[in-house]
C-alpha cells in the first residue's frame, strides 16, 4: 500500500512541483466538518474511487483552482474565532507535503488540524511522504468509505461508514469530549449573487440533499 500511496502523491506532483495545493472548494467558517469552528479546504484529486464517494466531482486530478499553501494559511488564520482547519477531499495525502506546508503554518498559530483520508493510519505511517502532515494532525478520520456499511444516524460524529475510525494524534481533544457524541449536522449556503447553493456536513445526509436538488 506504501507504492500506492507514493503513486498517489505523484498523481498530484505536478501541482506539488510547483509549491501549490490544488483546491476544490474551501468553506471559510463551518461547524460541520470537526469540532468547533473549522475553515474547511476540499482538496482535488483521490486516486482510490471508493463506490458511492459523496464528492465525485473531487476525483479528478485536474479542475479545481491552485492556492499557495502559505497564502491559504493566512486565510485561514485571518478568520477570527476558529478552533482549527479541516482538510478533505479529493485526497488530502495526494498531495501531503504542499499540504503539510498548509497544516504546519496553521497550527504554529495555534489552530488544531483535523484530516479525512481515504487510506488507513497504518498505511500512512508506512509511507515518508506522509510523514509530516501526520506530524501536525491532530484528528485523522481514516479508511476507505464503504457505501453498504454507513455510519448510522446517532453513531459516531463526523465517521461516514461503520470500518473507519477518528484517531487522536495529539493531546489537544479527549475521547470524552462532548462535542464528539452530538449528532450530525448539514449546513447550506445561498449565495444570490452566485445563484448558488452549497451543501457540506454529514455525508448521507449532504447526499439526500443534493440529490433532492437534482430531481
Given at each position: 500500500?506504501?507504492?500506492e500511496l507514493d503513486s498517489a502523491?505523484?498523481?498530484g506532483r505536478s501541482s506539488e512541483a510547483a509549491g501549490v495545493l490544488r483546491v476544490a472548494a474551501v468553506v471559510p467558517?463551518?461547524?460541520a466538518e470537526g469540532p468547533g469552528r473549522r475553515?474547511?479546504?476540499w482538496l482535488q484529486g483521490c486516486p482510490l474511487r471508493c463506490p458511492g464517494c459523496c464528492n465525485p466531482e473531487m476525483l479528478s486530478f485536474s479542475g479545481g483552482e491552485v492556492r499557495v499553501p502559505a497564502a491559504l494559511a493566512a486565510a485561514a488564520c485571518a478568520v477570527p474565532g476558529l478552533e482549527g482547519v479541516t482538510l478533505l477531499g479529493g485526497e488530502p495525502f495526494a498531495q501531503a507535503e504542499a499540504a503539510a506546508v498548509f497544516a504546519e503554518i496553521v497550527r504554529a498559530a495555534g489552530l488544531s488540524v483535523m484530516v479525512f483520508s481515504g487510506y488507513t493510519l497504518a498505511e500512512l505511517r508506512a509511507?515518508?511522504?506522509a510523514a509530516a502532515l501526520l506530524a501536525s494532525c491532530d484528528l485523522l478520520v481514516d479508511g476507505r468509505y464503504d457505501r453498504t456499511r454507513p455510519e448510522p444516524a446517532g453513531g459516531r460524529r463526523w465517521i461516514g461508514s461503520a470500518n473507519?475510525?477518528?484517531h487522536r494524534l495529539s493531546a489537544r481533544?479527549?475521547?470524552d469530549d462532548p462535542r464528539f457524541h452530538t449528532g450530525n449536522t448539514v449546513e447550506l449556503r445561498l449565495s444570490a449573487a452566485e445563484r448558488s447553493l452549497t451543501v457540506n456536513g454529514w455525508p448521507a445526509a449532504?447526499?439526500?440533499l443534493r440529490a433532492s436538488r437534482r430531481a
Open positions: 500500500m506504501t507504492r502523491a505523484r498523481a467558517d463551518t461547524e475553515f474547511a479546504v509511507s515518508r511522504r473507519q475510525e477518528m481533544y479527549a475521547a449532504a447526499r439526500a
